[in-house]
């Protein structure tokens, strides 16, 4: 198992990326996690999957980044993880 976590910024959270060897058992919470599902590292180092979004959500216009990957659509926070994660492991 690989765990990397690093500091974002002063007064926020730690982005934290664990990669498990294969075989490893997850037990997601049934309320939080609907699904998982893996994606390569490949697929979100690829500039080209990156999509920027916006909605309307409370009557302001809201920008984020997402993927879509074999009919999963991952947006918001978890997309910007990722994003930042890979990032971090492309900068030399």
Partial sequence: MLVHSKRLAAGSA???A????VGFALSPHA????E???????FLLDPANK??????FQGRR???YAFTYEG??????TAAMLLN????????
Wanted: aromatic share 14%.
């Fill in 72 to 77: 999963h659509y991952i947006w918001g926070a």
């Fill in 36 to 42: 998982i599902f893996e994606v390569p590292l490949s």
């Fill in 51 to 56: 999509q920027r979004q916006s909605r309307e």
């Fill in 14 to 16: 730690s982005l934290i």
């Fill in 18 to 21: 664990i990669v498990f060897a």
């Fill in 85 to 92: 994660f890979a990032e971090r492991i492309s900068a030399p």
């Fill in 62 to 64: 809201r920008s984020f």
């Fill in 31 to 34: 309320v939080e996690v609907a």
